[in-house]
């Protein structure tokens, strides 16, 4: 049974996510403040966090953060707001998906699904990759950049496999949506993948404005080039 950790202040809401989940299977913790969220977190209790950003004693970004430290659980951001930088916030601070309110049921229990089978579906065959000084252990979940651990999310993590595992080859954004977020891109836009291409340069690269390892290829898409 997968376990999902909700922290919402909307007890309406949460009454409805509570029977929702519950009849898709899941097993469901609920925190209605920062405070009850920080006495309920356990790094490897859940599968899937589900954030709400306004909390009577704070942000949910905040509480995403402090999971960032410790876990690359998949992590949802339910907000009331769909204006851009808000957007582009929670992915920088290692969101994995976010969604507007009000939403769809139906469209939050397809992206939950969506990230928790990318989670369990992510396994590479081979145990490392090495290139351009970057090294990444695969077993761990750890990536290095000149034997300096490199902070990435899941969503970072999983992108940079992706191209170091297809050296010289050029991505499409098609292939590179379809291979991370399944359903063919159908909840990830280019605009989101955009940042996360921007969020990785800005760890692997020397110099993010000028790159050369995570390349894009005009009107094609995007290639890892070995120096």
Same mark, same amino acid.
Do not use: H
């Given at each position: 049974?997968?376990?999902?950790?909700?922290? /919402?202040?909307?007890? $309406?809401?949460?009454?409805?996510? $509570?029977? *929702?989940?519950?009849?898709? %299977?899941?097993?469901?913790?609920?925190?209605?403040?920062? /405070?009850?969220?920080?006495?309920? #977190?356990?790094?490897?209790?859940?599968?899937?966090?589900?954030?709400?950003?306004?909390?009577?004693?704070?942000?949910?970004?905040?509480?995403?953060?402090?999971?960032?430290?410790?876990?690359?659980?998949?992590?949802?951001?339910?907000?009331?707001?769909?204006?851009?930088?808000?957007?582009?916030?929670?992915?920088?601070? %290692?969101?994995?998906?976010?969604?507007?309110?009000?939403?769809?049921?139906?469209?939050?229990? $397809?992206?939950?699904?969506?990230?928790?089978?990318?989670?369990? %579906?992510?396994?590479?065959?081979?145990?490392?990759?090495?290139?351009?000084?970057?090294?990444?252990?695969?077993?761990?979940?750890?990536?290095?950049?000149?034997?300096?651990?490199?902070?990435?999310?899941? *969503? /970072?993590?999983?992108?940079?496999?992706?191209?170091?595992?297809?050296?010289?080859?050029?991505?499409?954004?098609?292939?590179?949506?379809?291979?991370? #977020?399944?359903?063919? %891109?159908?909840?990830?836009?280019?605009?989101?993948?955009?940042?996360?291409?921007?969020?990785? @340069?800005?760890?692997?690269?020397?110099?993010? $404005? /000028?790159?050369?390892?995570?390349?894009?290829? @005009?009107?094609?898409?995007?290639? #890892?080039?070995?120096?």
């Amino acid at each position: 049974m997968k376990r999902l950790f909700l922290l /919402e202040d909307d007890l $309406s809401l949460i009454n409805g996510l $509570s029977f *929702a989940f519950g009849k898709q %299977g899941f097993a469901l913790d609920v925190a209605r403040t920062l /405070e009850e969220a920080n006495a309920l #977190w356990e790094d490897g209790r859940y599968d899937l966090l589900i954030l709400d950003v306004s909390l009577p004693d704070g942000s949910g970004f905040e509480f995403c953060k402090k999971v960032r430290l410790v876990s690359k659980v998949p992590i949802v951001f339910l907000t009331a707001s769909d204006e851009e930088m808000n957007i582009i916030m929670g992915l920088d601070i %290692g969101g994995d998906d976010y969604i507007t309110k009000p939403f769809k049921l139906g469209v939050l229990l $397809s992206r939950i699904n969506a990230l928790l089978r990318r989670a369990e %579906g992510f396994n590479p065959v081979d145990t490392e990759l090495k290139s351009n000084g970057i090294k990444v252990l695969l077993l761990q979940g750890q990536a290095f950049k000149n034997g300096e651990l490199l902070d990435l999310t899941a *969503a /970072e993590y999983k992108l940079l496999c992706l191209f170091m595992q297809n050296p010289g080859a050029v991505l499409t954004r098609g292939q590179i949506l379809d291979k991370l #977020w399944d359903c063919e %891109g159908n909840y990830i836009d280019s605009s989101t993948l955009t940042v996360y291409i921007r969020r990785l @340069r800005m760890k692997v690269e020397d110099n993010p $404005s /000028e790159p050369k390892m995570l390349l894009t290829v @005009r009107r094609m898409g995007y290639k #890892w080039n070995v120096l």
